[in-house]
């Protein structure tokens, strides 16, 4: 079974990145043979500056190793160390419907908060149904916002198998329900395009601070607080157990105890949870040279495997 998932150097790594697609992905690497990567293609779309999105290629790919991508497990790389992806991309486009694309959420969103329209952000979904159709993929785990791409490839992958015969394997989306959208500080969908993150590595100033700058209603200290509509308690259940939990909901229903108080447990049961990442991304910071060999060795399985798609993909179009 092939698992794949990519994930956009477009920024600093969240929390929202990680129970929705790292953690679920890194738990599927014991189940199969697991491809990752690092879509820096796709980041051209809104990424324009080169020194950015080298930095942020190192950082993403530092960041999912020390969350546990276990590259003796996985197959690790950047997206652009396997070029036949892109040929794939125009060989499916000429399968695509024009108003399979028009339908697709993200290029409207993306357009409306300012980035130009450019061919490659209307054409991001074909590129990204080629990323997964190359590697014959099977299982796709991503959070909620991407289930629209995944069915989008699959189609693409129909249209093509109905004209050219069964080439393509039709690949299955896995979204993790209870951790599918994960609540920014301000209570929309974390994003970093909403600046309502919590960053996985953030300083632990930083991290506070903008745990502390949570917003919540003016209910004063010693009145009972509503427990089921809480940015606090919903982050908190992600990193805390269930007994502490319960002992959040209580103490909120019970009233005598302040947000302040509430907001301070959850930046050290966040803080605790993320330390043994932490620990093991220092340790990589100190090999920069391991990084780059991980990625390095992974691009060239992931190029056999694209190499012999590719192959099969030119022939059934007629193109040898
Ligand atoms: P962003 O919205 O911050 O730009 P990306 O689009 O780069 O994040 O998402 C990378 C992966 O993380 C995708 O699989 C996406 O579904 C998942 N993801 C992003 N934000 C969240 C969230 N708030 N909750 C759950 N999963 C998320
Ligand atoms: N579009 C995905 C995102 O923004 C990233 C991505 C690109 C991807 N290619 C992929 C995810 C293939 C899964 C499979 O998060």
Same mark, same amino acid.
């Given at each position: 079974m092939r698992i794949l998932s990519g994930i956009q150097p477009s920024g600093r790594l969240h929390v929202g990145n990680y129970f929705g697609m790292m953690d679920p992905a890194i738990r599927l690497q014991d189940e199969g043979e697991a491809f990752y990567f690092i879509a820096d293609y796709h980041s051209l779309t809104t990424v324009h500056s080169p020194e950015e999105l080298r930095e942020n290629v190192r950082n993403v790919a530092i960041d999912f190793l020390a969350c546990g991508l276990d590259p003796s497990k996985a197959t690790f790389f950047r997206q652009?160390?396997? +070029?036949?992806v892109t040929e794939l991309s125009w060989l499916l486009s000429t399968v695509t419907p024009m108003g399979l694309l028009e339908r697709c959420h993200s290029y409207k969103d993306k357009t409306a908060r300012g980035?130009?329209?450019t061919h490659g952000l209307f054409a991001y979904p074909v590129l990204m149904a080629a990323d997964i159709l190359i590697y014959d993929s099977n299982i796709v785990p991503v959070g909620e916002d991407q289930k629209q791409h995944l069915e989008v490839t699959r189609d693409i992958a129909l249209k093509f198998n109905n004209r050219y015969g069964e080439v393509l394997a039709i690949p299955e989306p896995r979204i993790r329900q209870e951790y599918a959208k994960v609540p920014g500080l301000d209570g929309k969908k974390m994003s970093k395009s909403y600046g309502n993150t919590l960053e996985l590595f953030g300083s632990e100033k930083a991290t506070r601070k903008k745990i502390m700058s949570i917003l919540t209603d003016s209910? +004063?200290?010693?009145e009972a607080k509503d427990p089921s509509d809480s940015i606090i308690i919903d982050l908190y259940r992600l990193v805390a157990s269930n007994a502490e939990v319960e002992a959040m909901e209580n103490d909120y229903k019970n009233g005598g105890v302040g947000y302040g108080d509430f907001k301070k447990r959850l930046f050290s049961a966040y803080w605790d949870y993320f330390e043994p990442m932490r620990k093991r991304r220092e340790e990589l910071l100190a090999d920069p040279g391991y990084v780059d060999e991980i990625t390095r060795e992974g691009a060239s399985r992931a190029r056999e495997s694209a190499a012999a798609t590719i192959k099969r993909v030119r022939e059934a179009c007629g193109i040898y």
């Open positions: 652009s160390d396997v +070029p036949e980035h130009e329209a209910t +004063p200290v010693e």
